[in-house]
C-alpha cells in the first residue's frame, strides 16, 4: 500500500489560503434571485414570476411594527405608564455588545461615560459611593442631611482621591518631625510629602519624605527627629509647563512615587503622585474634570436661603454639579435659588428638580437649570403619591418633561422607579440622559451603614427621605418635602412622604456597576442601535418601536410555572 504524502507547512497554508480565497470569491459572486413558489398568489392569473418579482420588491420595504412612542404614550388611550407597562421591538445586530458606547451628558456641560447617577439619601450616597460612581463612570451625589462641614468635607475627599497635577499638595519644612508625619499619613492616608524651605508651596524643595524613609522610626525618641534628617534628597523634577502626558512618562520611567514640579529657580509649583497615575490606567472610564483629572463629584442642597452658606463650602471643597433638591420643584424657592446660584458661580452645573410636567420644566429651563431630574413619588422607599395625591407615573413623566426639555438642549435625569437593567433602558428610550438609583445601590458596601442580618439574609438599612427616620436624623428631610419646622404645626406634626426598610446585600458597587454597564450595552445590542444618542434619535424617528404590556404580558414576561428557582443577576 502506498502511503499518501501529507502537505508540509507552506502547502496546507497555500490550500487554506487557496479555500478562503476560494469563499471570499465565492461571496463576492451575485446571489440568485430569491423565488417564493408556496407563496400565495395576489390574483388567479398572477405568474409565479410576476408573484415572485412582487415579493421581492415587498421585501425591500422596511416592515414596520408595534408603536412609535407618541403613539405609546397615548394618554387618552393608554393613561399614564410606568416602565413596565411597555416593552422595546428588537432591531437588527450588526455589532458586538462591547462596541455600544453609553456616553451621555449628565448636564449641559458634563458628558460622562456611563449613564449613572447615584441618589443624595443618606443610606445610599457618602464619600465612597461617590468616589466609586465617578471611577466607574457614572456621578455621585452626596446627601445634605448632615453638618455643612460634614458634606463639604466628603466632597473634598472626592476630589482629592484622584488628581493629575496636585496644585495644593500638603508640605512641611525640615524642622517638622517624624510624628508629624505619621499623624498626616493616619489623618490623610499618604505621607510622600514635599519638603520646603517654609514649608509652603512656592517655596523652594529640599526633598521628600516617603514611608520608605520613616518606616523604622517608631519609638518616642525617633518620632521627635526633624524630617530633614531623613528625608529623600535625591529627586527626579520636572520644570513647570511640562504637560501632564510628559509628566506622566516621566514618572512611569523613574519608578518613584512622587514627581515634584519646580520652576526655574528650584521653588515647588506642583506635585504628581505614582497612585494617581495607577488609578487612571485601572479606571479608564472615570468621570474626571479635563483640567485637573479630579473625580467629579456632585452634592445636593435644599432650596432655603441658610443653605447658601452650606452652597459656598461645598464650591470651596471643590463641587462640580450642585443638585437642587425638592420632591417638587415648581416653586419660588426654587427658582430664586436657582437664579442665586447662577448669578455668583456662573461656572457651577445646577441640576433643578424635581418635576414630572412640562410646566414644571418650563419655569425651572428658563430660572438656567444645566439639567432637570424627573420623578414624582416613583420610588421604592417614596409614599408621596399615596399621601399626597400627587405624582405621575415614571414612564410618562420622563417622556413628557424630556421631550419638552429637548428643544432647549437640558439633559433630564430619571429618578426613581428604577429596579433593574430593563428599567433604565426603558428611562433613555423616553428621553433620559441618566437614571438616578437609590435602592438599586443602597445594599452596596460603599452605602453608608452596617450590615445585618434578617430572616438568614444580609441586608442594610435603606429608607427614604422623606420618611420620619431620615427627618429624626438631619434637617435635610423636613427641607426636602416642605416639612420644616416654620410653624407651631410644623413642628408639632410631621407628615411622612416615605418609608424605612433592608435591601439585600449587592456586594461591590464596582462590580455591580459593571454588571448593569453589561447589562445595558446587550440590551441596546438588542434594539439595534450602537450608542444612548443612537437609541434616542431612533425614538425620536420612529426607527425604535414599542410595545403595551397586559397584565398578562407582564406575568408571562417574568419567571414562571416553575415550583421554585434562584434568581442570579450577575457572576
Same mark, same amino acid.
Given at each position: ?22 469563499? @471570499? ?72 455588545? +462591547? ?106 524643595? $529640599? ?10 522610626? !517608631?519609638?518616642? #525618641?525617633? $518620632?521627635? &527627629?526633624?524630617? =530633614? ?9 520636572? &520644570? ?7 509628566? !506622566? ?8 512615587? /512622587? ?49 447658601? %452658606? ?31 446660584? /447662577? ?34 413619588? +416613583? ?14 407615573? !415614571?414612564?410618562?413623566? %420622563?417622556?413628557?418633561?424630556? #421631550? ?55 441586608v442594610k438599612r435603606y429608607r427614604g427621605m422623606g420618611s420620619l427616620d431620615a427627618m429624626d436624623a ?27 426598610? @433592608? ?16 447589562? %445595558? !450595552? ?7 442601535? #450602537? ?6 434619535? =431612533? ?17 408571562? =414576561? ?14
Open positions: 500500500m502506498v502511503a499518501k504524502r501529507l502537505p508540509d507547512d507552506d502547502t496546507a497554508a497555500g490550500v487554506a489560503n487557496g479555500d478562503a480565497t476560494a469563499a @471570499a470569491s465565492a461571496d463576492q459572486q451575485p446571489q440568485p434571485p430569491v423565488s417564493f413558489p408556496h407563496a400565495p398568489a395576489a390574483r388567479p392569473d398572477e405568474t409565479p414570476d410576476e408573484r415572485d418579482a412582487r415579493l421581492r420588491a415587498l421585501l425591500e420595504q422596511p416592515a414596520p411594527d408595534g408603536l412609535t412612542a407618541d403613539q405609546l404614550m397615548d394618554e387618552v388611550a393608554a393613561g399614564g405608564l410606568t416602565y413596565n407597562d411597555f416593552l422595546i421591538l428588537p432591531g437588527y445586530i450588526d455589532f458586538p455588545a +462591547s462596541a455600544v458606547s453609553l456616553q451621555t451628558k449628565v448636564t449641559k456641560n458634563i458628558t460622562i461615560r456611563t449613564p449613572f447617577v447615584s441618589s443624595p439619601m443618606d443610606t445610599v450616597t457618602e464619600t465612597q459611593m461617590a468616589v466609586h460612581m465617578a471611577l466607574n463612570g457614572g456621578l455621585g451625589v452626596i446627601h445634605h442631611n448632615c453638618s455643612i462641614e460634614e458634606q463639604a468635607a466628603m466632597v473634598s475627599k472626592v476630589k482629592k482621591f484622584e488628581n493629575g497635577f496636585i496644585t495644593d499638595p500638603l508640605c512641611l519644612r525640615p524642622t517638622d518631625t517624624v510624628g508629624r508625619v505619621l499623624e498626616i499619613k493616619r489623618q490623610f492616608g499618604f505621607c510622600g510629602i514635599p519638603i520646603t524651605e517654609t514649608g509652603q508651596l512656592h517655596s523652594r524643595l $529640599l526633598g521628600i519624605v516617603t514611608s520608605r524613609d520613616i518606616d523604622f522610626l !517608631q519609638d518616642a #525618641r525617633a $518620632l521627635a &527627629r526633624p524630617v =530633614g534628617e531623613v528625608m529623600t534628597t535625591e529627586l527626579v523634577t520636572a &520644570r513647570e509647563g511640562i504637560s501632564l502626558g510628559e509628566a !506622566q512618562q516621566i514618572l512611569r520611567q523613574s519608578r518613584k512615587g /512622587k514627581l515634584p514640579i519646580v520652576d526655574a529657580e528650584g521653588n515647588l509649583k506642583a506635585l504628581l503622585a505614582r497612585s494617581d497615575l495607577i488609578k487612571t490606567r485601572d479606571y479608564p472610564w472615570a468621570s474626571t474634570k479635563r483640567s485637573s483629572r479630579q473625580l467629579l463629584c456632585a452634592a445636593a442642597v435644599s432650596t432655603h436661603a441658610e443653605d447658601r %452658606v452650606r452652597l459656598d463650602a461645598l464650591v470651596r471643597a471643590g463641587l462640580d454639579v450642585v443638585v437642587l433638591d425638592s420632591s417638587q420643584g415648581n416653586s419660588s424657592y426654587q427658582v430664586e435659588m436657582l437664579r442665586y446660584i /447662577k448669578r455668583t458661580y456662573p461656572l457651577l452645573e445646577v441640576v433643578a428638580g424635581n418635576v414630572v410636567t412640562s410646566e414644571q420644566a418650563r419655569r425651572l429651563i428658563a430660572a438656567g437649570a444645566d439639567a432637570l431630574r424627573i420623578g414624582m413619588g +416613583s420610588g421604592s422607599i417614596c409614599i408621596t403619591q399615596e399621601v399626597m395625591a400627587c405624582g405621575r407615573p !415614571q414612564g410618562t413623566a %420622563v417622556y413628557r418633561v424630556a #421631550r419638552y426639555a429637548r428643544q432647549f438642549g437640558v439633559p433630564v435625569i430619571a429618578d426613581g422607579g428604577v429596579a433593574n437593567v430593563g428599567h433604565v433602558v426603558k428611562a433613555l428610550a423616553l428621553g433620559a440622559s441618566c437614571v438616578m438609583m437609590g435602592s438599586l445601590l443602597a445594599g452596596t458596601s460603599e452605602s453608608p451603614g452596617d450590615y445585618f442580618y434578617h430572616d438568614g439574609k444580609r438631619g434637617d435635610a428631610a423636613g427641607k426636602r418635602y416642605f416639612a420644616e419646622a416654620g410653624s407651631e404645626d410644623n413642628a408639632r406634626v410631621k407628615v411622612a412622604q416615605g418609608v424605612a426598610g @433592608a435591601v439585600v446585600d449587592k456586594g461591590s458597587v464596582k462590580k455591580f456597576l459593571g454588571y448593569l454597564t453589561a447589562g %445595558v !450595552q446587550h440590551s441596546l445590542q438588542d434594539i439595534g442601535v #450602537r450608542s444612548v444618542a443612537d437609541l434616542q434619535s =431612533g425614538v425620536e424617528a420612529g426607527a425604535v418601536r414599542f410595545e403595551r404590556r397586559t397584565a398578562s404580558a407582564q406575568l408571562e =414576561g417574568g419567571v414562571h410555572g416553575l415550583h421554585s428557582y434562584e434568581k442570579r443577576l450577575f457572576a
